[in-house]
């Protein structure tokens, strides 16, 4: 008809517009913002399914590889660190402001010692000896903890969604010792090459060891408990044989040590042996090391076992005290900590501080041949001695008490009375794999990276999800 004008539709006006940017940038050759479209794609999706960008992400992070960004003075870990960040905004901006989370939750022993934690990182990064290293750390732990411990804790109100988390880092993970043992099996499975092999999705075998010790139970678990006939059994014994001799060609003798030592705790949970009884077996055992500690040192120290390509003869060298290197080194970077700690003990030097501030309190009858005089080899190796030389004695208790508070939820949970198979298999694929890194971190520390940060604090979420749940079933029968 005259005199009347054919409407656009907004879809055309938003396409129009977004392409007259995408060419100012291009012309301004800021090619970062040449994935604006797909920002946006991704920002609609989490808005309207963030179950399933959850488990994307999640799927992802095995895979993600680390970029150097000069520019904001990090590493960030792609495209999963990029994904936790907007699932820490949509927390913030969508979740908390609605306040759609049931007050049990903030108000559960796990989250108060978790918003402990947190707290204590903030109140050091403001003492900080290096403020912006600091509050660095502390960014990348709040955005670690939203994703997958506040956001997982709601998501997982069903077990199957939890299922579905483990699948979603385990098969990928698979994906990964695959590749690392083909590329392992090049070089004639030798020692040196297992190092790093894995890279360039894990750091080095220590780290790659540690997660795989995280999945382990759980693939195990599913061979145990789940009942599956014929192809899918096989499936499930493929997947554990494949997790197995990837954990066994890491070399990573702390990761073997964690498995070793949770089998034991899962021993005392499963046969229910008295907690008494544990803890006061181990307060004499505690006891007799302290007061034989000379005679155990010197026995110690006549182990001249080094690390080997031999497996039996590399477990036997982590008690080599003595002449192994990677021993050595890691008992002085624990002699730097605690004298970092008595310099600076209620409030440490900051997180993140400590690879730029650990060399001066190297002694030189200390140092190894790997030692460097400028402290350039990393961190303490160990989130116990990290915690208590970058936040003092109240961070190291904060981890602590992380460790205490998971490990007793989670016992709780595999010894309710009106816990399901599944639930069964979920609490104790969490509770033993939270078991394994906390006996790791002892020894190495990697709650840096988001390859052991996602499982860690998903892991602490399947139990307080579980707990949670089973309570109120409890309570209220009809809702389980």
Request: charged share 15%; proline share 4%; with cysteine.
């Given at each position: 008809?005259?005199?009347?004008?054919?409407?656009?539709?907004?879809?055309?006006?938003?396409?129009?517009?977004?392409?007259?940017?995408?060419?100012?940038?291009?012309?301004?050759?800021?090619?970062?913002?040449?994935?604006?479209?797909?920002?946006?794609?991704?920002?609609?999706?989490?808005?309207?399914?963030?179950?399933?960008?959850?488990?994307?992400?999640?799927?992802?992070?095995?895979?993600?590889?680390?970029?150097?960004?000069?520019?904001?003075?990090?590493?960030?870990?792609?495209?999963?660190?990029?994904?936790?960040?907007?699932?820490?905004?949509?927390?913030?901006?969508k979740w908390w402001l609605e306040r759609g989370i049931p007050t049990s939750f903030w108000k559960h022993p796990a989250t108060l010692v978790v918003l402990f934690h947190l707290g204590w990182m903030f109140v050091t990064s403001l003492t900080s000896s290096m403020p912006m290293a600091s509050f660095k750390v502390l960014a990348t732990r709040i955005w670690f903890i939203t994703a997958f411990y506040f956001v997982s804790v709601q998501l997982f109100?069903?077990?199957?969604?939890?299922?579905?988390?483990?699948?979603?880092?385990?098969?990928?993970?698979?994906?990964?010792?695959?590749?690392?043992?083909?590329?392992?099996?090049?070089?004639?499975?030798?020692?040196?090459?297992?190092?790093?092999?894995?890279?360039?999705?894990?750091?080095?075998?220590?780290?790659?060891?540690?997660?795989?010790?995280?999945?382990?139970?759980?693939?195990?678990?599913?061979?145990?408990?789940?009942?599956?006939?014929?192809?899918?059994?096989?499936?499930?014994?493929?997947?554990?044989?494949?997790?197995?001799?990837?954990?066994?060609?890491?070399?990573?003798?702390?990761?073997?040590?964690?498995?070793?030592?949770?089998?034991?705790?899962?021993?005392?949970?499963?046969?229910?042996?008295?907690?008494?009884?544990?803890?006061?077996?181990?307060?004499?055992?505690?006891?007799?090391?302290?007061?034989?500690?000379?005679?155990?040192?010197?026995?110690?120290?006549?182990?001249?076992?080094?690390?080997?390509?031999?497996?039996?003869?590399?477990?036997?060298?982590?008690?080599?005290?003595?002449?192994?290197?990677?021993?050595?080194?890691?008992?002085?970077?624990?002699?730097?900590?605690?004298?970092?700690?008595?310099?600076?003990?209620?409030?440490?030097?900051?997180?993140?501080?400590?690879?730029?501030?650990?060399?001066?309190?190297?002694?030189?009858?200390?140092?190894?041949?790997?030692?460097?005089?400028?402290?350039?080899?990393?961190?303490?190796?160990?989130?116990?001695?990290?915690?208590?030389?970058?936040?003092?004695?109240?961070?190291?208790?904060?981890?602590?008490?992380?460790?205490?508070?998971?490990?007793?939820?989670?016992?709780?949970?595999?010894q309710h009375p009106g816990i399901s198979n599944l639930e069964l298999i979920l609490g104790y694929s969490a509770l033993l794999g939270l078991c394994t890194y906390f006996i790791h971190s002892v020894l190495n520390n990697f709650l840096d990276s988001d390859e052991a940060s996602v499982p860690f604090w998903a892991l602490g979420a399947v139990l307080v999800a579980l707990d949670m749940r089973l309570r109120e079933a409890q309570e209220s029968p009809?809702?389980?």
């Amino acid at each position: 008809m005259e005199g009347t004008r054919a409407k656009i539709p907004v879809w055309l006006w938003f396409a129009i517009g977004l392409a007259i940017i995408q060419g100012a940038l291009v012309a301004a050759e800021w090619f970062w913002y040449m994935a604006l479209p797909v920002l946006l794609v991704v920002l609609v999706w989490l808005f309207t399914s963030l179950d399933k960008f959850f488990l994307f992400t999640v799927l992802v992070t095995p895979l993600s590889l680390e970029v150097k960004e000069a520019d904001l003075g990090m590493a960030i870990s792609l495209p999963a660190e990029g994904l936790i960040i907007l699932m820490t905004l949509l927390f913030f901006g969508k979740w908390w402001l609605e306040r759609g989370i049931p007050t049990s939750f903030w108000k559960h022993p796990a989250t108060l010692v978790v918003l402990f934690h947190l707290g204590w990182m903030f109140v050091t990064s403001l003492t900080s000896s290096m403020p912006m290293a600091s509050f660095k750390v502390l960014a990348t732990r709040i955005w670690f903890i939203t994703a997958f411990y506040f956001v997982s804790v709601q998501l997982f109100r069903q077990p199957k969604t939890m299922l579905r988390f483990f699948w979603a880092y385990l098969l990928p993970l698979c994906g990964v010792v695959i590749y690392t043992v083909v590329r392992h099996a090049q070089f004639g499975f030798a020692k040196q090459p297992a190092h790093w092999v894995m890279s360039p999705f894990y750091n080095d075998h220590t780290h790659y060891g540690a997660v795989l010790a995280m999945f382990l139970p759980f693939s195990f678990a599913i061979l145990w408990r789940k009942r599956a006939d014929g192809l899918l059994w096989i499936g499930f014994a493929l997947i554990f044989t494949i997790m197995m001799l990837g954990f066994v060609l890491s070399i990573s003798r702390a990761a073997w040590l964690s498995i070793m030592l949770s089998l034991g705790f899962f021993a005392i949970v499963r046969l229910r042996i008295p907690w008494k009884f544990v803890i006061g077996t181990s307060l004499v055992g505690l006891i007799a090391l302290v007061s034989l500690q000379t005679e155990l040192i010197m026995a110690l120290e006549k182990n001249k076992q080094e690390s080997s390509g031999d497996l039996v003869k590399h477990f036997q060298s982590a008690s080599n005290i003595s002449s192994d290197a990677s021993n050595v080194e890691r008992i002085l970077r624990w002699k730097c900590a605690l004298r970092m700690f008595e310099e600076k003990p209620i409030f440490g030097f900051g997180p993140g501080t400590y690879a730029q501030s650990y060399a001066p309190y190297q002694r030189s009858y200390e140092m190894t041949v790997i030692s460097t005089n400028f402290g350039s080899l990393g961190t303490a190796h160990s989130e116990y001695f990290l915690a208590l030389s970058e936040q003092g004695v109240l961070g190291m208790l904060s981890f602590i008490s992380l460790a205490v508070v998971f490990l007793v939820v989670g016992v709780r949970v595999v010894q309710h009375p009106g816990i399901s198979n599944l639930e069964l298999i979920l609490g104790y694929s969490a509770l033993l794999g939270l078991c394994t890194y906390f006996i790791h971190s002892v020894l190495n520390n990697f709650l840096d990276s988001d390859e052991a940060s996602v499982p860690f604090w998903a892991l602490g979420a399947v139990l307080v999800a579980l707990d949670m749940r089973l309570r109120e079933a409890q309570e209220s029968p009809n809702t389980k």
